[in-house]
């Protein structure tokens, strides 16, 4: 059973360019999910898929980010006209829906924009 | 106001000795999950244990266990046994709602752990 994983795991870019993470969860997992986390802080929710519907974003996603999942599977989140502001890490999780959802992390892309 | 609420930034314990990480939460509702993950400086998240909000005993993963106080709403991780491995950031987080539709996790600031010989 393979994990949840990311590329690139590390990503830098200078302001103004366009940026996509790929997220490829565990094999099964129904459910997806994106995280940010910036220094000193926890994961901050930031969109949600159920196979290939995104059925949540949160109000931190503006609209400068995207992501799709489209056929249910990987997924990409992608950052156009970057800003400083979003260095970060930007973490993927992954779920079966059931009671108890247990979210599943993969190892992250940390993002450093200059 | 803060959902989860990590009071301790950092925590010192010496090998093989027990901790206890703090964690606070707020939340109205009935059914909920409450979660630790242990983050080391890669960067991943490694879940840890879970506990819900209707289970009447204390959730129990190895040498974790989660110190579960419903009506002070605390969840507490307790780690026997420390080792230097146990050294990393962690975090606990909550699902409001138990069922159904697609359940974000809340986080805290996080404690970072010190395991010293």
């Known amino acids: 059973d393979t994990g949840v994983s990311q590329n690139p795991r590390h990503k830098i870019t200078k ?3 366009n940026v996509t993470f790929r997220c490829d969860p565990i094999s099964e997992h129904n459910r997806l999910y994106w995280y940010r986390q910036t220094l000193g802080q926890g994961p901050e929710f930031l969109t949600y898929f159920q196979n290939e519907a995104q059925l949540e974003k949160s109000r931190l996603l503006s609209d400068r980010f995207s992501a ?7 997924s990409t989140l992608e950052i156009q006209r970057t800003e ?15 009671n108890q959802e247990t979210q599943y992390f993969g190892p992250g892309t940390r993002l450093l924009v200059l | 106001a803060q959902k989860i609420t990590q009071t301790q930034p950092g925590m010192f314990v010496q090998e093989k000795e027990a901790v206890t990480l703090d964690c606070t939460y707020d939340t109205s509702d009935q059914s909920y999950g409450l979660f630790w993950y242990k983050q080391p400086s890669s960067g991943e998240m490694i879940f840890l244990i879970y506990q819900g909000s209707y289970d009447e005993q204390n959730a129990t993963e190895g040498r974790y266990s989660l110190n579960f106080q419903k009506a002070r709403k605390s969840a507490n991780l307790v780690i026997s046994a420390s080792q230097l491995g146990d050294s990393a950031m962690y975090f606990c987080a909550m699902r409001e709602g138990l069922t159904g539709g697609g359940n974000k996790l809340t986080f805290g600031t996080g404690t970072q752990l010190k395991v010293e010989l």
């Open chain 1, 15 to 17: 302001r103004g360019q």
């Open chain 1, 68 to 74: 799709e999942r489209p056929k249910g599977s990987f």
């Open chain 1, 84 to 98: 400083q502001g979003d260095s970060a890490m930007y973490l993927c999780a992954s779920s079966l829906s059931r």
